[in-house]
């Protein structure tokens, strides 16, 4: 009987240590597979990282190149309008008249405000007395050129 339960005993232990050793690898594989899915995240965010260093250096170069344009442009701008304003300079020191006049047409809307910010070579024959206003510009040449009496979508 003493054997029988010493047996039993065994029987019991040996069951409890073949319990913990599938435990254990249980925890190892679990373990292993924590470990990978770590790594894979860890390799995701690396190559987020690196897409994202990609995207700072793109969008400097396309700030880069949007300012060099914008410069460019406000540039040619600012010649065109002190062309501008020494052509009518000089038509008016040597009295070549100004071109004829678009037709009179019906009255217009008009904001003298932002027709004068909008066209800075209009802005400036105001200033050197060659026109009285904005509107007188507009409707003597503005008009004629295609500029627009208004801010919004062209006419």
């Known amino acids: 009987a003493a054997r029988a339960a010493a047996e039993a005993s065994a029987e019991a232990s040996q069951s409890q240590a073949s319990a913990a050793v599938a435990a254990r690898t249980a925890a190892d594989a679990a373990l292993v ?10 390799a995701r965010a690396a190559a987020a ?3 994202l260093e990609h995207l700072r250096e793109a969008h400097a170069a396309l700030t880069t190149a949007r300012n060099t344009t914008e410069f460019a442009r406000n540039l040619a701008q600012a010649g065109v309008q002190e062309l501008r304003v020494e052509l009518l300079r000089l038509r008016a020191e040597f009295g070549v008249p100004l071109a004829e006049p678009a037709p009179a047409g019906p009255p217009v809307p008009f904001d003298e405000d932002w027709y004068l910010a909008t066209y800075g070579d209009a802005k400036a024959a105001v200033k050197a007395k060659f026109f009285e206003s904005g509107l007188d510009h507009y ?17």
Request: hydrophobic residues 40%.
């Open 33 to 42: 597979a924590a470990r990978q899915e770590r790594d894979a995240a860890l």
């Open 49 to 51: 990282e690196a897409a």
């Open 139 to 155: 409707l003597k040449h503005g008009r004629a050129e295609g500029r627009q009496p208004l801010p919004g979508p062209a006419a």
